[in-house]
């Protein structure tokens, strides 16, 4: 009996590793062409990407994306937002040779080594857009997820807002936040599984390789449901005509630094162990 139990349970093993896999792979060592991997990369020179008045973004370099060569890790991915630039981000996991499109009742990991700095060296202290999860208009919440950050990283939930009369800020319920130095390597993984059901989808979140405890830490008029380990939260992840991620730097408190931001082992999987490796 225990010797059926063991082979039975190897071969359920077996049977969800062979079903788990990365799909979706931005790696720089094999492309330095952003549209290899991405949809697009937003360098905020769009009319309403404006800081303070319409048009003052005129003179003022774009963003831009490269492959840099860290220190630490060797090629990875670098985008600069400068000053008075509203944005500078990577959209969409659509690229030419590396291709995924998120759909209702997916449900993937999405990974990524992050960390982020200044030209000038000052400290950002004002909350930057890093991570959207973002929805095409027409929609109902904009970004079902983000992640901001000022000194401290925070993971946001959105709610949605179906007859127009909320304000975005009262519709964010703050789900974890941390201290994380500028400058320094941290990894990323957010568990995603996409539903517009109210509370139909669900999030799950990875600091550094370590399960991360969620909860409505700051709300006013929406809230995530949370499962009784305080390991997963129940949320609306899909919103509009389709969603999909954004990384980089963004809106308007972003205007005053001149940004760097840098992205290594950037992945989507079907499972938590293939998008930690290497990670």
């Not at 010797?3 to 093993?13: C, I, V």
């Not at 127009?164 to 990323?188: A, C, F, H």
Request: charged share 25%; hydrophobic share 35%; proline share 3%.
């Amino acid at each position: 009996m225990i010797k059926l139990s063991l082979l039975l349970a190897l071969l359920s093993f077996t049977s969800l590793s062979a079903f788990a896999e990365v799909i979706w792979f931005a790696d720089p060592n094999k492309s330095t062409q952003v549209n290899d991997f991405f949809k697009r990369f937003d360098d905020g020179n769009y009319p309403q990407d404006y800081c303070k008045v319409k048009g003052d973004h005129k003179g003022v370099e774009a963003s831009t994306a490269v492959v840099f060569t860290d220190e630490k890790l060797g090629q990875v991915w670098k985008i600069n937002k400068p000053k008075n630039r509203k944005r500078g981000e990577f959209a969409r996991f659509e690229g030419l040779k590396n291709n995924y499109s998120p759909k209702e009742g997916d449900d993937i990991y999405i990974a990524w080594q992050w960390k982020i700095d200044t030209v000038d060296k000052a400290q950002i202290d004002k909350e930057v857009t890093v991570f959207q999860w973002k929805s095409a208009s027409p929609h109902n919440q904009n970004y079902p997820l983000n992640l901001e950050y000022d000194g401290e990283l925070t993971l946001n939930a959105w709610g949605a807002d179906f007859v127009g009369d909320k304000s975005y800020s009262s519709r964010r319920t703050v789900l974890w936040r941390k201290t994380v130095p500028q400058n320094e390597w941290i990894s990323l993984v957010i568990r995603i599984k996409v539903s517009k059901a109210e509370h139909g989808g669900l999030v799950q979140f990875w600091f550094n390789g370590k399960q991360q405890e969620l909860a409505n830490l700051r709300s006013e008029t929406y809230q995530v449901k949370v499962s009784k380990d305080n390991k997963t939260v129940f949320h609306r992840t899909n919103d509009g005509r389709f969603v999909y991620p954004k990384w980089g730097a963004y809106n308007r408190k972003s205007c005053k630094f001149d940004i760097n931001a840098y992205f290594h082992e950037m992945k989507v999987g079907t499972s938590l162990v293939e998008v930690m490796a290497n990670h």
